[in-house]
């Protein structure tokens, strides 16, 4: 993860050394030669996921342009507001890794799980989140990723019995998801103090552009309002269809998705139809990116 990009820009390489320097431990050698178990541990992949969209974002900042907003689907919206320099990356790094602490932690605290839910439009999964929770169960929606793909979390009880109703509601699917904990659920709190007591001690600047804050899917323009945003996402959905839409409304006409892989850009053929996207993430694709 990382390392052809390391390997092929000096400037990548020089944000994976600061990784290891911030965090005092070998991130770059965990996120280049693995394990794979230890690195999807949430501590881990949460600033390996940061570091690489960074990189890519170091590599690529002179080729983009002139940008006028940005986005970050859960942990992506840290890189967002790095980007906009909201934040800096020192402490983006040290608020994420102990994000994905937190996170894991809450999750032993009171276990949950989370499933996708695929061709069941959003208001029948929240109908079907509601049965649930009448019953006495935690099951809420956690990502609106697109229309028709919903990511539902809760207790592991609550989430088993949503995927039966999401089926017989006439869902295609509804998928289990291999994870640590309830994201964005309230079973997340065990999570809140702590990542609201390391924020406290972070410097926040006003956006240089705006930033869409996936608790409100509204544009973000003053420092003041990123903290608790940020906090309150731990146990908020996130509204990520909503958000591109809002994107698309204040005049969003290319997207580019940077990191790993291309999960954002395959949910914009349905949440900003017609719009390119392209997605940034290897030494290839920024290759095809000068060109």
């Given at each position: 993860m990382?390392?052809?990009l390391?390997?092929?820009f000096?400037?990548?390489a020089?944000v994976?050394e600061?990784?290891?320097e911030?965090?005092g431990?070998?991130?770059?050698?965990?996120?280049w030669?693995?394990p794979?178990?230890?690195?999807?541990?949430?501590?881990n992949?949460?600033?390996?996921l940061l570091?690489h969209?960074v990189a890519?974002?170091?590599v690529a900042?002179?080729w983009?342009g002139s940008?006028?907003?940005?986005a970050?689907?859960s942990?992506?919206?840290?890189?967002?507001?790095v980007?906009a320099?909201t934040l800096s990356?020192?402490?983006?790094?040290?608020?994420?890794?102990l994000?994905?602490?937190?996170?894991f932690a809450?999750?032993?605290?009171?276990?949950g799980?989370m499933?996708?839910?695929?061709?069941?439009?959003d208001?029948?999964v929240?109908?079907v989140?509601r049965?649930?929770?009448e019953?006495?169960?935690?099951?809420?929606p956690?990502?609106y990723?697109?229309?028709?793909q919903?990511?539902?979390?809760?207790?592991v009880a609550?989430v088993?019995?949503?995927?039966?109703l999401?089926?017989e509601?006439?869902?295609r699917?509804?998928?289990p998801?291999t994870?640590?904990?309830?994201f964005?659920s309230p079973?997340m709190a065990y999570a809140?103090e702590g990542?609201?007591?390391?924020l406290?001690?972070v410097?926040f600047s006003?956006p240089?552009?705006p930033?869409i804050?996936?608790?409100t899917a509204?544009?973000v323009?003053m420092g003041?309002?990123v903290r608790?945003?940020l906090?309150?996402q731990?146990t908020?959905?996130?509204?990520w269809?909503?958000?591109v839409?809002?994107?698309?409304?204040?005049g969003a006409?290319r997207?580019?998705?940077?990191?790993?892989?291309?999960?954002?850009?395959?949910?914009?053929?349905?949440?900003?139809?017609?719009?390119?996207c392209v997605s940034?993430?290897?030494?290839?694709?920024?290759?095809?990116?000068?060109?």
């Amino acid at each position: 993860m990382g390392r052809e990009l390391a390997n092929a820009f000096p400037e990548a390489a020089r944000v994976f050394e600061e990784a290891d320097e911030v965090l005092g431990v070998h991130l770059s050698r965990l996120a280049w030669e693995g394990p794979e178990a230890e690195l999807t541990l949430t501590k881990n992949a949460q600033p390996a996921l940061l570091v690489h969209s960074v990189a890519v974002l170091r590599v690529a900042g002179a080729w983009l342009g002139s940008v006028s907003m940005a986005a970050g689907h859960s942990l992506g919206e840290f890189t967002a507001h790095v980007a906009a320099g909201t934040l800096s990356f020192q402490d983006a790094l040290g608020a994420v890794r102990l994000r994905g602490e937190l996170m894991f932690a809450a999750g032993e605290q009171r276990p949950g799980t989370m499933a996708a839910i695929l061709g069941l439009e959003d208001e029948a999964v929240e109908a079907v989140c509601r049965a649930v929770g009448e019953g006495g169960k935690v099951c809420v929606p956690a990502n609106y990723n697109s229309s028709g793909q919903v990511v539902i979390s809760g207790e592991v009880a609550g989430v088993e019995e949503a995927m039966v109703l999401a089926k017989e509601a006439g869902a295609r699917k509804a998928i289990p998801l291999t994870v640590s904990g309830a994201f964005h659920s309230p079973l997340m709190a065990y999570a809140v103090e702590g990542l609201r007591e390391k924020l406290s001690e972070v410097n926040f600047s006003d956006p240089t552009y705006p930033v869409i804050s996936n608790v409100t899917a509204e544009p973000v323009v003053m420092g003041s309002q990123v903290r608790d945003l940020l906090v309150e996402q731990l146990t908020s959905p996130v509204r990520w269809s909503a958000s591109v839409e809002r994107m698309v409304g204040l005049g969003a006409e290319r997207f580019v998705e940077l990191g790993p892989g291309s999960v954002l850009c395959g949910l914009n053929r349905r949440n900003a139809r017609g719009l390119p996207c392209v997605s940034l993430g290897s030494p290839t694709d920024l290759d095809t990116l000068e060109s």
